[in-house]
DNA sequence: TTTATTTACGTAAACGTTTACGAATAAGAG
DNA sequence: CTCTTATTCGTAAACGTTTACGTAAATAAA
């Protein structure tokens, strides 16, 4: 069928191939008035490039991967928000990839990637992860930032939050907040993300002559039976006074299990979590949050990557650090 | 330097560019011994197929497009994770685009995907809308499934919910917990998909002789501060004892409204809403829901997609509709 | 006027696949 | 032994762009 292609443009023109395709790019070897009228032309037929041919001939796709463990995740969703707009002012396309926490699943994206169908590559690693060779692999051939989250023996372009210094001052405020015994829900322990945020934590009871308490939920908390079972185990057999969670997913099980234990929070248990909740303010009690600029973690990752790709970035190694705000509600109060 | 494709290969095998690529593509034209040798020094090489050769060539991409108003948000954030998957397991590749509500920028990507970019198109149309024509124009081209939002007037698959019914049995709930002057927060109401929910709501009232209280909130609700303040001029204004939110981003704000108002949720106002809030249940007071299956609706949406794609599927003009799930919580109790 | 430069366009190759067509060899049928 | 068929591979064209190179005409420089 007919198929509008620049072809059909050249011949209903009675110009060249090559013309068309000039003019179309604006090129200044081309005078006004064929521009004029070949861009008439292009509207009238409705014509719309081909991008596989383009990209194969000029080696680049106008396309950008963004890897993420989950999309359904506060986080997560806040920055690919931020990406896609990014993107989308550089007439620029996003393809998503979930890889569920599987480094297996993160591999095979990644290395797909090789082939050259995006020109960039934004990851939030998963935290199970296999054979890290694949990093290295992708970052020689393509521009590439790690944002969120990263792993410490991987050089790149890393765009994080301070989540040392959040874990330890939100740490700190459960101390104030008068807490002995405090608690920690780990996650993400593979990752430079989970060590500086337990070390954060550690660090501040050390410098308070407080007891540690670490705990390590293992298994997705996506399932939300076993995870909310374990925290309950957690808060009922070591009975702490306070919590810090690293991420919202294990938070959220601490209200569930307080309720069924009948501890009240933030009496018996304050609670402080790394989240991106929107309405953190709501919830019953009003929960205390290590609040991440996702959106602005997205928005920086995503240009730092646009200017390796225009040239205008030459550091292939540093780590940029957002700040995170400590809200201080209700589910902390002392 | 020595990017590996079908031509290095070949030269390495003594082989021909078309015997190699058959041989990678299983074909039963070449014989077993020649795959192994093929497919042994593809991996030693690490060769990656060019996907815009392949799809140039073939006239496929193994591509799809989801577009929606936002990322950003429980509902969508929940479909994509699903049809990513969906697309995974199909060994696809998913392409995000926001429209953030603006029909200009969903026709200039709908346009766009004329290109022969993606396979197919999942869209859950923005409300405020240009110039439909180009639904059409796409859907002639490519399979295309809405999900969640559709428009009356134009023909094409659809998955949505049971709009109508669950409006209708929602408010039905309020007028059987005592309500007398329940009010409505509408939304999407240039949407089939916001035109049922209000006529629900409508015939719910008018089946129990009671009067009726819409209220259409104007502008983006992610702008929290004017819309706050116009849902708090609802309340204070028209005094309704319950209210049926259509989405939830109108629903919030009542909480924040009530909180200023000194208003009593619920024994002053009752609240039920259209929401996917994982944690509904932990508000205070627990918000009541119309809970729509966002994963499976995502799912159906792409699975159908598919067999589209492999015709296995041959009405053009269909509407699936899924079950959503009122869960009655504190926020509208009697 | 001659030469050099600029302007505006065309020709053809190239990007990396896939595939229609053809051909050589081997195997089977008669 | 000849003829047919199956098996296995190669040649070359095609997908729709972009671009190096060439060229003719027009303009400027000498």
């Known amino acids: 069928m007919g198929e509008v292609n620049i072809k059909k443009l050249a011949s ?3 110009l060249s191939a090559a013309t068309v395709s000039r003019a ?64 989308r002012a550089k007439d620029h396309h996003v393809l998503i990839y979930q890889t569920h926490e599987s480094g297996e699943i993160e591999s095979s994206f990644m290395t797909s990637l090789l082939s050259g169908r995006v020109d960039g590559v934004l990851i939030s690693p998963a935290c199970h992860v296999a054979n890290k060779k694949y990093f290295q692999k992708v970052s020689e051939k393509i521009p590439m930032v790690f944002f969120d989250r990263d792993h410490d023996d991987i050089e790149g372009v890393k765009i994080t939050t301070d989540d040392y210094e959040s874990a330890y001052n939100a740490t700190l405020h459960l101390v104030e907040a008068g807490c002995k015994k405090i608690g920690y829900l780990a996650a993400l322990e593979t990752l430079t993300t989970g060590k500086k945020r337990l070390q954060g934590y550690l660090d501040a009871l050390k410098d308070n002559n407080l007891e540690s308490m670490p705990a390590l939920i293992e298994g997705n908390c996506e399932n939300n039976e076993s995870c909310r079972s374990k925290v309950k185990d957690f808060i009922a057999e070591r009975k702490p006074d306070g919590i810090v969670s690293s991420i919202e997913e294990l938070a959220l099980p601490c209200y569930y299990a307080c309720k069924e234990l009948n501890l009240n929070i933030p009496k018996d248990l304050k609670l402080i979590t790394y989240s991106n909740l929107a309405h953190a303010e ?28 225009s040239k205008r970035w030459y550091d292939p190694n540093i780590t940029i650090s957002l700040k995170s705000s400590i809200i201080k509600r209700e589910s902390s109060r002392s």
């Open 282 to 309: 709501l919830l019953n009690p009003p929960l205390s949050t290590i609040n991440q600029p996702a959106f602005e973690i997205g928005n920086e990752a995503a240009t730092i990557l646009f200017k390796m790709f």
């Open 24 to 87: 179309l790019r604006d090129s200044h070897e081309i005078s006004a008035e064929t521009k004029a009228r070949v861009m008439e032309m292009a509207k009238k037929l409705a014509y719309e490039p081909n991008p596989f041919a383009s990209s194969l001939r000029q080696q680049k796709s106008k396309t950008i991967a963004v890897i993420v463990p989950e999309v359904a995740n506060n986080f997560f969703a806040l920055a690919i928000k931020a990406i896609e707009e990014v993107a």
């Open 12 to 14: 209903e023109l009675n």
